[in-house]
């Protein structure tokens, strides 16, 4: 027991070390170039998710069941072997050594138990697929939402300095009687909103860099992104063929395992079944004379084979598992068949949504146009002045206000940039899709990004 404790914390101290060396070159990399490309950021994602190994848990479990349902129809060997004191005349022969032996030969409830389990497996390794591109799906969101963040807490802090800019301005404005102090006022106040929403962004952004680093399991002091390892999302239609829905595929291989099964109990209630045996015995007259109670002495080694067959007559504990089965496979077609209808409505749900989002999107870009034109316009006034003798001449608080304003068209730009992002992303799954998004990213190849981990 204490070599076998051994052994076992060997492996998982060489697994470990295996680990860490493949994940090292990643580290230096990330440490000489400061930034993690998408590639990077999903392939570890998909090799570190918890998820993702009960997955392939799963798969395991599922090929030592097929392998059992084959295992049927090898022989089973025992040997029973000992030896004892008997008085009397007990019915049998006391064997030294018995070895016997029995096998399945033809079963049709086998069969479908075999057939049951093959399906079962290929749903374990369908959902495997669907595992990794969830995984893939929620890595690209995080990872694209903190490179969005990111730029936003840029503007939100170039943001927060012109606003103190502008209290400052007023302030001096009121001090010298040109405003009044509510001028003053309200340019706190928006210096505290846009400080709060600093502070919202700063909170975000290490949430997002905490959840990329329980993905990836890197620390989340290296989670800076790079933009140029983000490809453009495919444009995907709710027309365009659908593509391999492996957690669909995988519901109904599921539901297809449990009807098998419950084919299969049915047919062992009536259907007959053919085995083999084999026996040998050693006989011994140590502890007992059982050759008294004979008209010939019995011999010492004995053997028989044959085959047996089993007809089904009445058992009413198989009625009660068939009634069982039948419900199992009834519930798994129900929820295959639920979620087919779930994953279509998701999918009306988006495109809708998608539409909204390409019009906000292109509403907000134009706002940030106009917003950045309407700084030129400014500075041009402030250099040139604006032409005119009684039109009053542009003051440094319009500036600051226009600067402003622009930096908040700009955050509202990103925001809904992502939005319209992640719905892209999410469509691509529910119509089935993701490959093309995973051979994206691994075509991307960023300059000054670390490379991609070998697969």
């Given at each position: 027991?204490?070599?076998?404790?051994?052994?076992?914390?060997?492996?998982?101290?060489?697994?470990?070390?295996?680990?860490?060396?493949?994940?090292?070159?990643?580290?230096?990399?990330?440490?000489?170039?400061g930034?993690?490309?998408?590639?990077?950021?999903?392939?570890?994602?998909?090799?570190?998710?918890?998820?993702?190994?009960?997955a392939?848990?799963?798969?395991?479990?599922?090929?030592?069941?097929?392998?059992?349902?084959?295992?049927?129809?090898?022989?089973?060997?025992?040997m029973?072997?000992?030896?004892?004191?008997?008085v009397?005349?007990?019915?049998?022969?006391?064997?030294?050594?018995?070895?016997d032996a029995?096998?399945?030969?033809?079963?049709?409830?086998?069969?479908?138990?075999?057939?049951?389990?093959?399906?079962?497996?290929?749903?374990a390794?369908?959902?495997?697929?669907?595992?990794?591109?969830?995984?893939?799906?929620?890595?690209?969101t995080?990872?694209?939402?903190?490179?969005?963040?990111?730029?936003?807490?840029?503007?939100?802090?170039?943001?927060?300095e012109?606003?103190?800019?502008?209290?400052?301005?007023e302030?001096q404005?009121?001090?010298?009687?040109?405003d009044?102090?509510?001028?003053?006022?309200?340019?706190?106040?928006?210096?505290?909103k846009?400080?709060?929403?600093l502070?919202?962004?700063?909170?975000?952004?290490?949430?997002?860099?905490?959840?990329?680093?329980?993905?990836?399991?890197?620390?989340?002091?290296?989670?800076?992104t790079?933009?140029s390892?983000?490809?453009?999302i495919?444009r995907v239609?709710?027309?365009a063929?659908?593509?391999?829905?492996?957690?669909?595929?995988?519901?109904?291989?599921?539901?297809?395992?449990?009807?098998l099964?419950?084919?299969?109990?049915?047919?062992?209630?009536?259907s007959?079944?053919?085995?083999?045996?084999?026996?040998?015995?050693?006989?011994t007259?140590?502890?007992n004379?059982?050759?008294?109670?004979?008209?010939?002495?019995?011999?010492?080694?004995?053997?028989?084979?044959?085959f047996?067959?089993?007809?089904?007559?009445?058992?009413?504990?198989?009625?009660?598992?068939v009634r069982?089965?039948?419900?199992?496979?009834?519930?798994a077609?129900?929820?295959?068949?639920?979620?087919d209808q779930?994953?279509?409505l998701?999918?009306a749900?988006?495109?809708?949504?998608?539409?909204?989002?390409?019009?906000?999107a292109?509403?907000?870009?134009?706002?940030?146009?106009?917003?950045?034109?309407?700084i030129k316009?400014?500075?041009?006034?402030?250099?040139?002045?604006?032409?005119?003798?009684?039109?009053?001449?542009?003051s440094?608080?319009?500036?600051?206000?226009?600067?402003?304003?622009?930096?908040?068209?700009?955050?509202?730009?990103?925001?809904?940039g992502?939005?319209l992002?992640?719905?892209?992303?999410?469509?691509?799954?529910?119509?089935g899709?993701?490959?093309?998004?995973?051979?994206?990213?691994?075509?991307?190849?960023?300059?000054?990004?670390?490379?991609?981990?070998?697969?």
């Amino acid at each position: 027991m204490r070599r076998e404790g051994t052994l076992k914390a060997s492996r998982t101290i060489l697994m470990s070390v295996m680990m860490a060396v493949s994940v090292l070159p990643l580290l230096n990399s990330v440490r000489s170039e400061g930034q993690l490309s998408l590639s990077t950021v999903v392939t570890l994602a998909q090799r570190n998710s918890k998820t993702v190994r009960l997955a392939e848990v799963d798969v395991r479990k599922a090929e030592a069941l097929l392998a059992e349902t084959h295992d049927v129809y090898f022989p089973v060997f025992n040997m029973n072997a000992g030896i004892g004191y008997s008085v009397g005349f007990t019915g049998g022969v006391p064997p030294v050594i018995t070895v016997d032996a029995h096998s399945h030969i033809f079963s049709l409830p086998q069969i479908q138990y075999d057939r049951a389990a093959k399906a079962g497996l290929s749903a374990a390794k369908l959902n495997l697929k669907s595992v990794r591109e969830q995984v893939a799906l929620d890595a690209s969101t995080a990872y694209i939402e903190l490179d969005a963040v990111t730029r936003e807490l840029a503007a939100a802090n170039q943001q927060a300095e012109l606003a103190q800019r502008l209290v400052e301005i007023e302030q001096q404005r009121s001090e010298a009687g040109i405003d009044s102090l509510s001028n003053y006022l309200d340019a706190r106040l928006n210096a505290a909103k846009i400080k709060y929403n600093l502070i919202h962004l700063e909170s975000r952004r290490n949430g997002l860099a905490m959840r990329l680093a329980t993905l990836t399991g890197l620390p989340a002091s290296t989670m800076q992104t790079s933009t140029s390892s983000i490809p453009e999302i495919p444009r995907v239609s709710i027309n365009a063929p659908r593509g391999r829905l492996y957690a669909l595929e995988s519901n109904h291989q599921q539901a297809n395992s449990k009807r098998l099964t419950a084919k299969g109990a049915t047919m062992s209630l009536y259907s007959p079944s053919v085995d083999f045996s084999l026996e040998y015995l050693r006989h011994t007259n140590v502890g007992n004379d059982f050759n008294i109670y004979y008209a010939a002495p019995l011999p010492t080694n004995n053997f028989d084979v044959g085959f047996t067959i089993q007809i089904p007559f009445i058992d009413l504990t198989k009625r009660g598992k068939v009634r069982e089965a039948t419900a199992d496979s009834l519930r798994a077609k129900v929820e295959s068949e639920q979620a087919d209808q779930q994953n279509d409505l998701t999918i009306a749900t988006i495109s809708d949504n998608l539409r909204e989002l390409d019009v906000l999107a292109e509403i907000a870009d134009l706002k940030k146009q106009i917003a950045s034109e309407q700084i030129k316009t400014v500075e041009a006034e402030l250099n040139l002045g604006n032409g005119s003798s009684t039109t009053p001449q542009t003051s440094p608080r319009t500036e600051q206000l226009a600067r402003i304003d622009e930096r908040d068209k700009f955050i509202e730009s990103e925001e809904a940039g992502f939005e319209l992002s992640k719905a892209r992303l999410n469509l691509l799954e529910a119509l089935g899709h993701m490959d093309e998004w995973l051979h994206l990213i691994d075509s991307t190849t960023p300059p000054n990004v670390p490379n991609q981990l070998t697969h």
